[in-house]
């Protein structure tokens, strides 16, 4: 892995171009097929339904694949942005969180942290409050959010405790002043974040992470890469010959 930017358009503001590069070198060995080493997915802490992907057939001028015409093979990532590290929502102390209805954050609303460095977090992760614990209860919280008034589209709410995944039910209502949401949360401690999303949310080319999060070469995060082969046995199926894990620091 290592540290470039992306020159194929003008970022602004320019952290946006700043990515992380992954380069996967693979040699299999006898018993697999060069030209069945099909693709190679990376993903970033927990975010399962929205990993980057580098197949052999790639058009892509950020997604590379490199073969001698022998055994070695490279496959290459080039868009991966770090983002920030991520909101974290915590509701371990019932002397702070009292009462069944709550506020996400104890002071209310939240704003863009495009310029601002989060602290470090779970990596998309979450931790609960022991279930022998009398105040392991769950809670109804509300999320507040004001976005900077150059922001437009619709907001959803992403984390730890819906998968990572954007959804019809996590998408924030405007209530005239601000944005907010309120879900129910076992006590805990839980990443999180905003998305942008301009049209169908479905759409991957829709959505923007990066918004009111940023982007910053600083973020540590957690990647899984996987070497995918399609084999060709039993009427063809695909499966992982290859794993490794990289931590950015």
């Known amino acids: 892995m290592r540290k470039e930017t992306l020159e194929d358009k003008t970022y602004f503001p320019p952290q946006l171009g700043h990515t992380n590069w992954f380069i996967v070198d693979t040699e299999p060995n006898e018993k697999y097929f060069t030209f069945q080493v099909d693709e190679v997915e990376i993903v970033q802490n927990h975010l399962m339904d929205y990993s980057y992907k580098v197949s052999r057939n790639s058009t892509d001028q950020n997604r590379v694949f490199e073969w001698d015409g022998a055994n070695k093979l490279r496959f290459i990532a080039k ?30 609303l939240e704003y863009s942290r495009f310029l601002l460095q989060g602290n470090t977090d779970m990596n998309g992760g979450f931790k609960l409050k022991s279930p022998k614990d009398l105040y392991a209860n769950y809670l109804n919280v509300k999320f507040q959010l004001r976005p900077a008034e150059d922001v437009y589209g619709d907001f959803y709410l992403v984390g730890a405790f819906n998968d990572w995944k954007l959804s019809p039910a996590y998408k924030l209502n405007f209530n005239g002043d601000f944005y907010d949401l309120t879900i129910p949360l076992k006590r805990g401690v839980y990443d999180y974040q905003y998305v942008v999303v301009n049209g169908d949310y479905n759409d991957p080319a829709n959505q923007d992470w990066y918004k009111l999060e940023g982007n910053d070469w600083q973020t540590k995060n957690e990647y899984n890469i996987f070497l995918w082969y399609r084999d060709q046995e039993n009427g063809g199926y695909d499966r992982i010959i290859g794993y490794t894990k990289i931590e950015s620091r």
């Open 79 to 108: 868009d991966v942005r770090p983002g920030n590290e991520y909101r974290e929502v915590d509701l371990m102390d019932n002397n702070v969180y009292i009462g069944k209805d709550v506020k996400a954050q104890f002071d209310g």
